[in-house]
């Protein structure tokens, strides 16, 4: 989870993040009131103090500040900048990131969540066993994340955390192994991914989410595993909406995937592994030129009258989204392939939004999208990203994921989530209140 659960494969292009021959392209201010996040124009230069050329190359920070107009990025000194990709928080800023977070909080232990940290470094071990994805050409793994990784005293390979669900499943199963199921926990920390940096995605960044682990006992319960699984991820669902909702964010939509109809629907296709790889960036990106290049480029040759079908509708997967509801022509044409795997997941999906309307969640607030693909591997089953068309960008993403936790302990524990990313969600409010 993006995240895990984190924000991953962004669809924004990066913007003034590129040298010059004059140095970092940045915003000028001085004149002009700080107003939002601080990180449209030039995400991770930190505070832009500007420039003064010559001699004011020597003054000391506290002069800079009085300088009032000035760019520090064409300047060929670094000490007084933040490392790329991260960012200073102002008094009035962090003032309101603190507020923020008290409104999430308190949602947070209104559902019964308990709050917990984990330390900002794991061993590299932890984080491989959750963060891996499986190369299609060589069946080798690869992390998800370009990581922040470094080698203590003692020579140990330590991690920045790169999500907070890894480390998560971790404590469940070692710490929390013999705590009442199902754990309800939630956390608001920062994590580190070495990635591209544009408006929306920094290299430092915070994040707020929910973990739901383990089953209540069949006696207390009743019903079968799936039932209990099928009403887990409704309550999932239905704390994503309340969470946006308490943070004042009135436009927006979480929409509803399913792991199982993308794996079942490569796997019925025949493809090579190269187009395997191809297709899920292309399912991530929504580009659906990259997908019919894709099939065209895998021809017809050697393909089944099955195959050819198991193709075609991978292809159209990302043009079946609607409101609350799969859509019958979608239904229809996945259920004539006669693939249990799709089967059973559209099942899935029917009744997970059975539960989310029992759990009186407004459905206009709730859609399908069976295009849907997340980045990380672990991952089983339903998948959700939440969206605002104030931000062209994931806002929370999550999903079921119920065979993380035994990487650290001998059984599988089923298990759900989310994330928010509140650098995001700050945006995508201000920019709520400035169409206003």
């Not at 509708?313 to 693939?339: F, G, H, K, N, T």
Request: with cysteine.
């Amino acid at each position: 989870m993006e995240q895990g659960h984190g924000q991953d494969q962004d669809k924004q292009a990066r913007t003034g993040s590129e040298p010059s021959a004059g140095g970092w392209p940045g915003r000028r201010i001085g004149s002009e009131p700080d107003t939002g996040p601080g990180y449209e124009s030039d995400p991770g230069r930190g505070d832009e103090l500007g420039r003064r050329a010559g001699s004011e190359l020597g003054k000391g920070v506290a002069d800079i500040e009085r300088m009032g107009e000035v760019d520090i990025y064409e300047w060929p000194y670094t000490r007084v900048q933040t490392p790329r990709g991260m960012r200073d928080l102002l008094p009035d800023q962090v003032k309101r990131r603190r507020a923020l977070e008290a409104a999430l909080r308190e949602v947070f232990a209104e559902a019964g969540y308990q709050e917990v940290e984990t330390p900002l470094l794991e061993y590299a071990d932890v984080v491989a066993a959750g963060n891996l994805r499986a190369d299609e050409a060589s069946g080798a793994t690869t992390g998800s994340f370009d990581v922040y990784r470094l080698f203590d005293p003692e020579r140990e390979s330590l991690v920045l955390r790169p999500d907070m669900t890894t480390p998560i499943a971790r404590l469940a199963a070692t710490r929390l192994a013999r705590w009442p199921r199902p754990l309800r926990l939630y956390y608001l920390a920062d994590v580190f991914r070495f990635e591209e940096v544009h408006a929306g995605r920094l290299r430092q960044f915070r994040q707020a989410g929910v973990e739901r682990i383990g089953e209540e006992a069949d006696a207390r319960t009743g019903g079968a595993a799936e039932s209990r699984r099928d009403a887990a991820d409704a309550e999932i669902v239905a704390l994503a909406v309340r969470l946006l909702t308490a943070a004042g964010l009135q436009r927006f939509r979480i929409d509803i995937g399913h792991v199982g109809l993308v794996h079942a629907l490569l796997d019925a296709g025949g493809w090579q592994p190269r187009h395997r790889r191809a297709l899920r960036q292309a399912l991530m990106e929504r580009n659906q030129v990259a997908l019919q290049a894709v099939l065209a480029e895998a021809g017809t040759e050697n393909v089944s009258a099955a195959q050819q079908a198991a193709r075609w509708q991978l292809v159209e997967l990302p043009q079946w989204c609607a409101s609350a509801e799969i859509p019958a022509p979608a239904e229809r044409a996945l259920s004539a392939l006669r693939l249990p795997a799709v089967d059973r997941a559209l099942q899935e999906l029917h009744t997970l939004l059975q539960c989310v309307a029992a759990a009186k969640v407004p459905l206009e607030r709730v859609g399908i999208d069976l295009g849907l693909v997340r980045d990380l591997n672990y991952y089983t089953g339903p998948v959700l990203e939440g969206f605002s068309p104030d931000l062209a960008l994931p806002l929370l993403t999550g999903g079921r994921y119920d065979h993380l936790v035994e990487q650290f302990a001998p059984r599988p524990e089923p298990a759900t989530g989310f994330a928010v990313g509140l650098d995001r969600l700050e945006l995508a409010l201000d920019r709520q209140a400035n169409s206003r």
